[in-house]
């Protein structure tokens, strides 16, 4: 069956660490990669995508992740993190078809400290 | 860009009560629509999605039912409501032309049954 796995349900950081937060999937076949966002009162939001080429994609604020296919596994990473980057973080699978619907990973909740 | 418009954002209902969430779609047409309910360290689960209007496909059993009475517009619904239906409520969409097909969220509605 398809599925997401995200390994940290509650990460707690202080400012200026390094940030890598684990996603691991189960799909049968090309997949297309998102992770998506959603701070304190805000829509949930798209922070990156692979659909296909260079393997390390970057998105927004700073965040990159990369696909590694022989693990199957997206894993999303900063450098050194903000107390704005609080928010729960999504991981996602589609299947390359294009139109497939997308499944979620149980999230993880990123608490960044001053 | 498409614009989600979710309503209401917070409702609170007896069990055994009616239940209809509205979700329209700005920006955009013929979209795939979405359905899902996020609950706490579980991640969205899918309920039902989309391809036009009248279509509909269900992803899990369950209390309730949904709508696409329009090209843009997609309601959720139950005839009576029950406890475990309580739940934060996503409407989402993707365009279906064009690549890639991430997916556009609203704002959601908090449902808590009582």
């Known amino acids: 069956a398809q599925s997401v796995s995200q390994h940290n349900h509650h990460v707690i950081l202080s400012e200026a660490a390094s940030l890598e937060l684990g996603c691991n999937y189960s799909y049968g076949g090309t997949v297309n990669l998102f992770w998506y966002v959603q701070y304190p009162g805000q829509h949930l939001q798209l922070l990156l995508k692979?659909?296909?080429?260079?393997?390390l994609v970057k998105g927004i604020k700073g965040f990159e992740a990369e696909f590694i296919k022989s693990k199957f596994s997206f894993n999303l990473r900063k450098p050194s993190v903000q107390w704005s980057d609080t928010a729960e973080y999504f991981c996602?699978?589609?299947?390359?078809?294009?139109?497939?619907?997308?499944?979620f990973g149980a999230g993880t909740r990123l608490a960044v400290h001053p | 860009s498409q614009t989600i418009h979710q309503w209401p954002a917070t409702l609170v209902q007896p069990v055994g009560s009616p239940l209809s969430l509205e979700c329209t779609v700005e920006?955009?047409?013929?979209?795939?629509l979405y359905w899902y309910r996020q609950a706490a360290g579980r991640g969205l689960q899918l309920l039902f999605y989309s391809v036009g209007i009248g279509q509909i496909s269900s992803e899990v059993p369950q209390n309730l039912s949904a709508s696409r009475p329009q090209d843009r517009q997609f309601i959720l619904s139950s005839k009576k409501l029950l406890l475990s239906d309580s739940g934060f409520y996503l409407c989402?969409?993707?365009?279906?032309?064009?690549?890639?097909?991430?997916?556009?969220f609203g704002p959601g509605t908090r449902l808590t049954v009582t």
């Open positions: 989402a969409c993707h365009r279906t032309s064009g690549y890639p097909y991430e997916q556009y």
């Open positions: 692979y659909f296909s080429g260079d393997p």
């Open positions: 920006g955009t047409s013929n979209p795939n």
């Open positions: 996602a699978v589609q299947g390359s078809g294009g139109y497939n619907k997308l499944i």
